[in-house]
Every structure is written in C-alpha cells, then in structure tokens.
C-alpha cells in the first residue's frame, strides 16, 4: 500500500507561486510514475502534469504548460510541483497521485492506483 500526502497549498494573488510537495511511503518510490491532478468546486478532477518513475519524461495539460513544472526526488521520495503565474482558473484542490508502472506519464485518472488527500489552492484576481 502506498501512502500520499500533500503540503503546500495556501492563498495566493495572482501572478504568484506556490510549490507543492508529495511525500509517498509503502514502496520505493523510483518504481511508481506520478501524477497531480485537480478538481474545482462543480468541476471533474482533472490532469495537470505526471512524470515517470526515473524522472525523465513529463506531461503537462495545456492549461498549464509553460506555468507549471513537475519534479520528484527519488532520494527523498518526494514529488513537486512548482506553480508560477498562477491565475484564479487555478483555484481547486490538488491531488497528487501514484501509477503503479514505473514509466508512464498518463493522464488519465483511472491509470491511478493511489491518490493523497488534496490540498487547496486559491489564487485570488
């Protein structure tokens, strides 16, 4: 079993950053690709970026590439995603996720076989 949490999020204006943090447990984390999605009040959760299990290869939604980075640290097994020029459309509860294959990027919710509590993100305009 593999546990997730979230840190990070908080209320920012826009223009501002944040970064949020994974931490994950129960399996060595280089074997797991790792996801963050999101869900806004009234909306489906969706994908924001994913990154495989070594950490070469990254996916980004449209919506947010060139704004939001994905990483993770093996070492610390841990998982980042850093926010810039965040906008209020951005407001929602993040979630970090765990794929079981260790080289995947997917972005589909169901690729999903662990998931964190959330965290909430607010950018005010």
């Known amino acids: 079993q593999v546990q997730l949490v979230e840190s990070g999020g908080g209320l920012v204006q826009a223009g501002g950053s944040l970064r949020l943090s994974c931490a994950a447990s129960g399996r060595t984390f280089s074997t797991l690709s790792m996801g963050w999605f999101r869900q806004a009040p009234g909306k489906e959760r969706e994908f924001v970026a994913a990154?495989?299990?070594?950490?070469?290869?990254?996916s980004y939604a449209n919506s947010v590439k060139g704004r939001f980075t994905i990483s993770r640290d093996n070492a610390k097994s841990t998982q980042y995603l850093q926010m810039n020029s965040l906008i209020p459309e951005d407001t929602a509860v993040y979630y970090c996720?765990?794929?079981?294959?260790?080289?995947?990027?997917?972005?589909?919710?169901?690729?999903?076989?662990?998931w964190g509590q959330g965290t909430q993100v607010t950018v005010s305009s």
């Open positions: 990154i495989n299990g070594r950490g070469g290869s990254t």
């Open positions: 996720a765990a794929d079981q294959r260790d080289n995947s990027y997917a972005s589909r919710r169901y690729d999903y076989t662990y």
